[in-house]
């Protein structure tokens, strides 16, 4: 092994020892060559790379320029070489994986993405087959054996260092990189936020774009903050909330408080607002009679295709996301590690018990922590749900929160804000299928090489629009004052674009906000981050510092510069808007309303029956507190093999994911007939 070892790096220092002399030409060779390549892989075509080569000169030799500053350290080191095929590999695998993800939607490949892989792993199988994720595997592990074998095979640099010359290169790369970006962002040649990420992406290049993502995180620091310029703006919209608590025909001790119902339905948007679509059957007939009949409007929303979470930000928090960094998602950046003032406080201010609902896991984009820090109560996901149904891509149908919701409105007798998010309208959609379980069809749909796969989505919002009836109806027959809102997270996972839209654009959705409270309809398109502050305005409600600041100075010509100046204080600054203390607590959050119950235990044949209610493929049979494998029967019975139980064994059941533990019933003992 060693002869052989031996041989492979006498060839490699014949080969390098001509060329190590001129390190910062090399290096300079290197990074065009991998920029260029990188960007054939992200623009997945030679022709497009070579006309941003071109055409845009100033900013390809940019992510020359920053690859080169990746490589630099190499300069520093003995095994410069193997330093060198490292990050090319890793800038490679970059533009790779954003050729591959922009096949499986629409945004580009973020730093982000990294962070959120434990997160994709726990979905990949509703996106891939078992054949590509077994090759997948084998190719990160090849992937890996090849960057282990490169360390011992790669020869060393055996000249002398000079490191302190060295080091001054490298300073000099560093210098020359940070001049180019302090000009070409303060010039307007880049951007440090983009509205549209796969625009900025084929503008600016892959380069500059993915290390933006990996180095500008949350809020930056606004121009000018201080805690003079906070209480200014504290000031003016607390004196405008206290005029209308003076001047408005209801009191604050007689506002409203309806319960207030947020619905996020995900990848919900009118096929109709396709200018070629034919379509055998309107999909979404009640949203559109409420949408005709209630105040309602386009929705702004952070992201198109994808970034659930992001639209979340806004509604619930009231930040704007064009404030945080390329890609960024503050659940997994900001939010999990920190308490935040949201909606979720403000409604609690005024008595309310606040909820949150998804038909997902609960770990997904870390809501079980995020959702904790911002303020909610409760946190009912499928986990705790019973009694559902899955979609053919294994998504669960939004029928099953109809229940939930009620169960919450149930649970408390004051009034509730719910916030709920749906998942049956999630991607990716399915081109394979019976034509029989799909009455809907279509024909001129504008992404011609996706129509079978929107016709299933049009099918999936049918169903999800009879969802919005059936919880309409629900809440409406409980004679309790209610707001109910809903509205899409996002458009679908399809090539779309603004030409294609008879109304709004890729990333406005629409909203309704559904009441019995003789609120008639009202025209007018939002901002996410305003859509809070505007339903709490309908119902004479002004509580939470961002979403009076939406209420009163959402006309003011600083409107956007000073709720930059306030999020950075609430989550990067001093918190002067709260006169420097935390006022937030993360919440001892509960999960469920209802829980799993056992009635009875029977050893029938070879097995043994637990019979209750609420169970669901979560639930786990443990004996003696020992947990068995569980066969999930329905939403009554689970069953485990009879020779684990003898007689005065205690059993519970326990809801678990992982390695989370959501809830465990109470111990009953089993005695033998």
Not at 140 to 154: G, R, S, T
Not at 485 to 490: A, P, Q, S, T
Request: aromatic share 14%; with cysteine.
């Amino acid at each position: 092994m060693s002869k052989v070892r031996d041989f492979y790096v006498k060839k490699l220092k014949k080969r390098i020892k001509p060329v190590s002399r001129y390190c910062l030409l090399n290096l300079f060779i290197l990074a065009l060559v991998l920029n260029f390549v990188v960007e054939i892989f992200s623009r997945s075509s030679l022709t497009d790379s070579i006309i941003f080569t071109f055409t845009k000169p100033h900013l390809f030799l940019y992510g020359v320029l920053i690859i080169m500053l990746t490589l630099s350290p190499g300069l520093l080191l003995r095994r410069r070489y193997f330093w060198y095929l490292l990050f090319s590999i890793l800038w490679l695998a970059g533009g790779i994986t954003n050729c591959v993800i922009l096949h499986l939607r629409v945004t580009p490949f973020t730093f982000t993405d990294i962070i959120l892989v434990g997160d994709a792993l726990r979905i990949w199988n509703l996106y891939l087959t078992k054949v590509q994720m077994f090759f997948i595997i084998i190719g990160v592990l090849l992937l890996i054996a090849l960057i282990v074998a490169c360390f011992f095979v790669m020869p060393k640099y055996n000249g002398v260092l000079r490191r302190l010359k060295n080091l001054g290169y490298c300073s000099a790369i560093f210098v020359v990189v940070y001049i180019v970006t302090y000009i070409y962002i303060n010039t307007g040649i880049v951007k440090l936020s983009f509205a549209n990420i796969a625009k900025a992406y084929k503008s600016y290049g892959f380069t500059y774009c993915f290390s933006g993502s990996l180095v500008n995180r949350g809020v930056r620091k606004p121009k000018g903050y201080s805690s003079k310029i906070i209480n200014e703006i504290k000031a003016g919209f607390f004196d405008d909330d206290k005029n209308k608590k003076e001047n408005s025909d209801i009191a604050v001790n007689s506002m409203l408080k309806p319960n207030v119902i947020f619905v996020q339905l995900e990848s919900f948007f009118d096929p109709k607002r396709l200018e070629t679509l034919e379509i055998t059957e309107d999909p979404i007939p009640n949203f559109r009679y409420y949408y005709e009949r209630f105040p309602h409007g386009y929705l702004s929303v952070p992201s198109f295709g994808a970034g659930t979470a992001n639209t979340e930000v806004e509604i619930i928090i009231g930040m704007n996301m064009d404030d945080f960094g390329t890609g960024e998602y503050p659940y997994k950046t900001v939010f999990n590690r920190m308490t935040c003032e949201s909606a979720a406080f403000a409604f609690k201010n005024l008595g309310y018990v606040s909820h949150a609902i998804h038909n997902n896991t609960a770990a997904f984009y870390s809501r079980n922590v995020v959702f904790a820090n911002i303020g909610f109560d409760t946190f009912t996901t499928i986990e705790m749900m019973s009694g559902y149904e899955k979609t053919v891509t294994g998504w669960a149908k939004d029928d099953c929160l109809v229940d939930v919701i009620n169960d919450a409105l149930d649970s408390t007798p004051g009034s509730d804000y719910i916030y709920t998010i749906s998942v049956q309208g999630h991607g990716q959609y399915p081109a394979d299928y019976d034509p029989k379980l799909m009455p809907i069809d279509i024909k001129g749909f504008a992404d011609s090489a996706n129509t079978q796969s929107f016709r299933y989505y049009c099918n999936q919002i049918k169903e999800m629009d009879d969802f919005v009836k059936k919880l309409v109806d629900t809440v409406n027959a409980r004679d309790e004052k209610s707001m109910i809102v809903f509205y899409g997270d996002h458009l679908p996972t399809f090539n779309l674009d603004d030409e294609d839209l008879s109304g709004g654009s890729i990333y406005q959705t629409q909203y309704v906000v559904w009441n019995n409270l003789g609120i008639v309809a009202l025209n007018e398109d939002l901002e996410a981050y305003q859509l809070t502050a505007y339903v709490m305005n309908l119902a004479k409600i002004h509580e939470g510092t961002l979403f009076k600041y939406h209420q009163s100075s959402a006309d003011s010509p600083d409107y956007l510069e000073n709720l930059k100046q306030l999020e950075y204080d609430m989550i990067g600054g001093k918190r002067y808007v709260y006169d420097g203390e935390s006022l937030f607590e993360a919440t001892d959050i509960e999960y469920g309303i209802k829980k799993p119950k056992i009635k009875s235990v029977a050893v029938e044949n070879y097995d043994v029956l637990v019979t209750g209610r609420r169970f669901n493929e979560f639930c786990i049979v443990s004996i003696n507190g020992e947990e068995c494998m569980t066969q999930y029967v329905s939403p009554q019975v689970l069953k485990v093999n009879a020779r684990l139980l003898n007689d005065g064994d205690k059993i519970q059941v326990k809801v678990r994911n992982g390695k989370t533990l959501f809830y465990e019933t109470e111990e009953v003992t089993y005695v033998q007939d």
